[in-house]
């Protein structure tokens, strides 16, 4: 299979004239595009541009709205309930950390509860916004069912990612971005388009046998005959049970606390089957590391930390330890060089959104 990098901007430029056709205004579809694309760039391709048709498509199938209508529900001076009425959720989730921060700004914590959203992208994209203003942040998000409870059988929660952001005195923060199952679906995903198979301890089918081939796994999640395991595995001897109570955590940060709905329903189908928009929930925090202490005395000592934590005695063959969100960020530092890589499978799907929506763009393949 052969595979090709093109250019950062030219992938930037792709998304936003293929948005803008699907009928995204300008603004919000450099935003999405920005999202994309900073998952490109950081090396986590399971959320970049292999997953634009999946937003088109949405649009396409009418289950998300490609102008987004922001509205405020509920607020107090620290906190925010949003409705996003299915819009991008990448624009939804954008505006909710720029509220979160306005309210960190003004009372030290600001915390932005969100419902009937959709996929927002990676999650990690979010806490940064907060680092930029020398802030902590924090955003959780429900999913499309996956992931099945300890001792069961049946995908009932999502990956549930979770994100955290502190700025130190390095280049590159602190940033943990993990979803709670072992693994994601966007990396079954990118197996599927690789053509390659996945370990068999990421996913399960009904009697609780391993799988390992990627698209049986997807088209076996439809139907409930597949689930992610939880982050530790499956039962209880390498604690899948911490895992499994970190994606109720999120499922009631995202779902229950913003009143939207949670589990199955966030399928993307309705009772009888067809597709339904995703409703899903997010949840945004933003903390004024200054109300707490001198921010460059926190950056100091969070610095401090990572360094201790990556000096230590390493194991037999290996050279280094890292730190959350550092290998991410050395590959923005090499990425833009060298461009983003390209699939032959990721190059017919561009290549058909370009046919689609006769897009004016010279594509290198």
């Not at 950390?97 to 979010?126: C, D, E, P, R, W």
């Not at 009772?271 to 921010?295: Q, R, S, T, W, Y």
């Not at 100091?300 to 230590?312: D, H, I, P, T, W």
């Not at 194991?315 to 960020?329: H, M, N, T, V």
Request: aromatic share 8%.
């Amino acid at each position: 299979m052969s595979m090709i990098r093109i250019p950062v901007d030219l992938v930037m430029e792709f998304m936003r004239k293929s948005l803008q056709a699907a009928g995204v205004p300008e603004e919000d579809a450099n935003i999405v595009a920005d999202v994309l694309i900073r998952s490109d760039v950081r090396g986590i391709e399971s959320h970049g541009i292999g997953r634009l048709k999946m937003y088109l498509d949405f649009i396409r199938d009418k289950v998300q709205n490609p102008v987004t209508t922001f509205e405020i529900l509920r607020e107090s001076p620290g906190t925010a309930l949003v409705d996003g009425h299915f819009g991008m959720g990448h624009v939804i989730s954008f505006r909710a950390m720029q509220l979160a921060i306005k309210k960190a700004h003004a009372v030290g914590i600001g915390a932005v509860a969100v419902k009937n959203s959709t996929h927002f992208g990676i999650a990690g994209y979010y806490p940064l916004m907060a680092v930029k203003e020398s802030m902590a942040g924090f955003a959780v998000t429900n999913a499309r069912p996956s992931i099945a409870p300890t001792f069961g059988s049946e995908p009932m929660l999502g990956t549930n990612p979770i994100a955290f952001g502190v700025p130190t005195d390095e280049e590159c923060p602190f940033l943990l971005d993990m979803a709670t199952s072992i693994t994601q679906r966007g990396k079954i995903e990118v197996a599927v388009r690789a053509g390659k198979s996945v370990p068999s301890g990421w996913a399960i089918d009904n009697q609780g046998d391993g799988m390992a081939d990627p698209l049986r796994i997807l088209q076996a999640f439809a139907s409930g005959q597949a689930s992610l395991l939880p982050l530790g595995g499956k039962g209880e001897e390498t604690a899948g049970y911490k895992g499994y109570g970190l994606a109720v955590m999120v499922e009631i940060l995202s779902a229950v606390l913003s009143g939207g709905p949670w589990c199955w329903g966030v399928s993307g189908f309705d009772e009888d089957g067809n597709k339904a928009p995703n409703c899903l929930g997010h949840f945004f925090l933003a903390i004024d590391i200054a109300k707490f202490v001198d921010v460059q005395e926190f950056k100091k000592s969070a610095g401090a930390l990572v360094r201790s934590l990556r000096n230590v005695r390493k194991l037999p063959g290996q050279e280094r330890i890292y730190s959350a969100g550092e290998k991410e960020y050395e590959n923005e530092k090499i990425i833009p060089r060298i461009g983003v890589p390209i699939n032959d499978s990721l190059q017919k799907t561009m290549r058909e959104i370009k046919r689609e929506y006769d897009l004016s763009i010279d594509l290198p393949f």
